[in-house]
């Protein structure tokens, strides 16, 4: 991936595809390539923008005191080095809050918000999940972080299904883990995130989706969003967790692509029908 010298660090990014710019906008971890599951489907139609916030990925590993208008600085001058303007926005997790934040700060600059996974308050159970995370990275380590993962992010039924493959990729994927002080920050900055009721100012079109088995976020902080920005769009998985655009990529992808091609059509959007696996 390039560098981009912007807002004083340097950031990862890709660009692949043409027409409107739509950038994906990864949670936690950080990595754009969170995305790699939905990116043909998306490149397919549009001009993608992947990045690795800073302090992770390829990104420089700036320490810093992490927050989420510190994410949205750096995306917005991601935007302006690649001299995009506005752009829609699709962000998982803490990239819907970066997403609201970017709605909130810089109007102009976002045609349309998908806010998967979201939160608009960071409640007692967000916090308790996220101090079991930070004591499980402070106290074993990358590694073992990274084999619980799955248990907030993913359902039961598909860790089994693809044990093989997650064993497999757990030394690479915690080799790649920012290290554990700059993850530790930008778990606080979530936790410190919690925007309630300035969400009913974000005027753009805007789509609050996450499955119902999702236990990270669970449906009821999408919900609460839904109360706040009466005007959003909302749909909502039968399962997935919390990580559905990796658990099914095929109907995260006809989901999100069916509201932008109806956002940048200037027309209504109405849910497709999806298919679902059958669980054993």
Known sequence: MPLARVNGT???YSVMGTGE???LVAGIGGSGGYFKPNLDAFAAKYQVVLHD???TGGSRQDR??????QMTDDMVALMDELGIEAAHIVGHSTGAAMAHDMALRFPKRIK????YAGWATSDAYFK?????????LQQSGALAYVKTT????????????????????????AAALAPTDIMLSRIDAICSYSPGEELRKITCPSLITCAKDDHLTPQFYSQRMAKLMPAADTFYFETGGHAVS??????????VISYLDAVIAGRKWQSPALNYPEIA
């Open 10 to 12: 340097e950031i990862a």
């Open 21 to 23: 710019p739509v950038l």
């Open 53 to 55: 916030h800073r302090g």
């Open 64 to 69: 810093i005191t992490y927050s989420v208008p």
């Open 112 to 115: 349309s918000a998908v806010l």
């Open 128 to 136: 308790r999940c996220f101090d079991v995370r930070k004591g499980v």
């Open 150 to 173: 799955p248990l907030f992010l993913s359902p039961p039924w598909w860790v089994s299904a693809n044990i093989e493959k997650l064993e497999a990729e757990e030394p690479v994927a």
């Open 246 to 255: 990796q658990v099914l990529p095929d109907q995260f992808n006809t989901l």
